[in-house]
Every structure is written in structure tokens, then in C-alpha cells.
DNA sequence: CGCTGACCCTGACGGC
DNA sequence: TGCCGTCAGGGTCAGC
């Protein structure tokens, strides 16, 4: 489900239910493990607690809490959904947060490839390879970008993905970020010029900034904490459109297996 | 170093 | 109706 414009629209909606409603009465769960057991002295920890601050780093999520903190990956499925205390829980509603207010903030994840766990101290800690650039920080430059490509086989796409280059790009947003850039997506990486990754770098901050505008891409069923639907996906130009006609020069769009995903681009627009 | 495939898990969808 | 294969926004690991 979520790539980074994803996971921030959902921290910003998560900022906000707990602005009003910044009190956890208590945690409770329908199951003690998600990929990784939950940090279920954490939750005790949390009865009565306030919620301080919702961080994202790449496609994390940290709740800080004013007794602990929380790190939540959202992995293929995973969401927030806020409802009132009478209605009705799900099939996947495997962690509950009661507010303050008597509603209650289900943590929801069909096929549990998220995850949450205690905050180990620091961002670096959150996962076992170190964090690339963060795309939004204007640190991140085509220098930077040609220099992290540098003498690299794997196609730009792979690199695009790989969280140790660059973080918070995912399927979607990888496929039409190098459209947007007119660059194959199976281009060596190291074959891609300085001018080319400063379009790349340019094209995922509008692409990203875009996406998180408009709440996400929802395909089938992302929505943020709140609920709402993003509208993102009526802007995707190759993502899902194999055999459909490019927007720019209607040529039908390709589709083929990179690094084992799905990646589609135009053969006439993209070199 | 880098690539491939497998794996974690459930659900939706199309073909027969 | 059901059964089967395929695919899905992520990340990690072994093996070559």
C-alpha cells in the first residue's frame, strides 16, 4: 500500500486525530504478533499516556508517546482507521488504541507484512540496512544522486527502490517518476548522466509533493487515518496502464518485471 | 558487488 | 459455484 507520500498523508491525518484526542486510555490487541512479535510491554506502558509527536522517516513511522514510543511500518496492507467505540471491529483489526474521547484508532493489516515495535533510539536503528537520502531534503541533489550511482549495473529503477540509495520510493512511484524523466527504467545505473539524475531528483520531489496533495495513490484500499480516499492514482501517467496509450506521444505503454515488480514505461518517450 | 528467487500473508480477480 | 493461478503499494535473506 504505501510508499512515502502515503505514509505521510497518513502521519499528517494520525498529527491531527491526535491533536484533538491526544490522550491513549489504554491498548489493546487480537493477536500478539504482526511480521515481528508487538512490543506488547510497550502498550501496558501506554494506558493514560499522551501522545507528544508523529515522525516519519523513508516509510516509518514514529509515535512518541509521553511514557515510550512506538516505530510502525505499514508494510503492504497495513492502516489506520478511526471509529467510534460502538462500531464494529474487523477481520484484520489486530491492535486498538482507545482515545480519550471513547474512540478508538484500529491498526488494520490483512496480510501483516507491517509492523510495529518498540522505538529503538534512533532512526538508524529502525532498520538493519542504513537509510539513503531522504528525497524531500534538498541534500539530496543530482550530484549526489550521480555519485550514489556511480560505476552501479542495477537498472535505475532497482536503485530507485533501494532504500539504502534513496528512501520512500516504492513500485508506484518509481515507474512514474522515470517516465516524468524520460529515462528507461532498465538504464544501467551508472549509464544515467548528471543531467538525467538531477531530472530524476527534481521529478520525485514534484511527484511526491503531488502525490501527498492529492492523499496518496489508493488503488484498492489505502486511505489515511481518517479514512479518505487519495486521488493520485488518476494522475499516474504509466503505473497499471500496460497496453494503454501514453498520455504524451500514445504509444502503448510496456510492462515487464524488474527486481521481481511490475515496471511500466513508454518505449518511445523513455530512452 | 549484484542479481534472482523465495519467503512472510491474505484477498481480489479472471479463466475454466 | 468453486477451484486454480496470478498478482498486489514492502523488506529481508540465502545462494550463486
Given at each position: 500500500m504505501p510508499e512515502l507520500p502515503e505514509v505521510e498523508v497518513v502521519r499528517r491525518s494520525l498529527e491531527e486525530i491526535f491533536r484533538a484526542d491526544p490522550e491513549i486510555k489504554k491498548v489493546a490487541w487480537n493477536r500478539a504478533d504482526l511480521r515481528f512479535p508487538l512490543p506488547l510491554a510497550i502498550f501496558r506502558r501506554l494506558n493514560r499516556a499522551r501522545v507528544i509527536a508523529v515522525e516519519r522517516r523513508a516509510k516509518y513511522l514514529r509515535i512518541e508517546f509521553s511514557t515510550a514510543s512506538l516505530v510502525v511500518h505499514l508494510g503492504m496492507t497495513g492502516g489506520f482507521r478511526l471509529q467510534e467505540a460502538t462500531d464494529e471491529l474487523r477481520k484484520h483489526d489486530h491492535v486498538i488504541f482507545e482515545l480519550g474521547s471513547g474512540r478508538r484508532l484500529v491498526f488494520e493489516d490483512p496480510r501483516r507484512f507491517g509492523f510495529m515495535l518498540r522505538?529503538?533510539?534512533?532512526?538508524?536503528?529502525?532498520?538493519?540496512q542504513p537509510l539513503g537520502s531522504e528525497p524531500l531534503d534538498p541534500a539530496w541533489t543530482g550530484e549526489v544522486l550521480k555519485s550514489q550511482l556511480r560505476g552501479r549495473q542495477t537498472p535505475i529503477k532497482c536503485a530507485l527502490m533501494d532504500q539504502r540509495i534513496v528512501v520512500g520510493i516504492g513500485n508506484i512511484y518509481a515507474s512514474e517518476i522515470l517516465f516524468r524523466s524520460g529515462v528507461r527504467p532498465q538504464r544501467r545505473s551508472g549509464r544515467v548522466s548528471l543531467q538525467e539524475c538531477t531530472k530524476i531528483v527534481q521529478n520525485s520531489r514534484l511527484v511526491l509533493l503531488d502525490a501527498i496533495r492529492q492523499g496518496g495513490s489508493t488503488i484498492r484500499d489505502f486511505h489515511s487515518a481518517g479514512e479518505e480516499a487519495g486521488s493520485f492514482q488518476e494522475s499516474h501517467r504509466v503505473y497499471g496502464r500496460a497496453g494503454k496509450k501514453c498520455v504524451v506521444c500514445s504509444t502503448h505503454i510496456k510492462r515487464s518485471v524488474l527486481g521481481g515488480r511490475s515496471t511500466f514505461w513508454c518505449p518511445s518517450c523513455q530512452t
Open positions: 522505538w529503538p533510539g534512533s532512526w538508524e536503528s529502525v532498520s538493519s
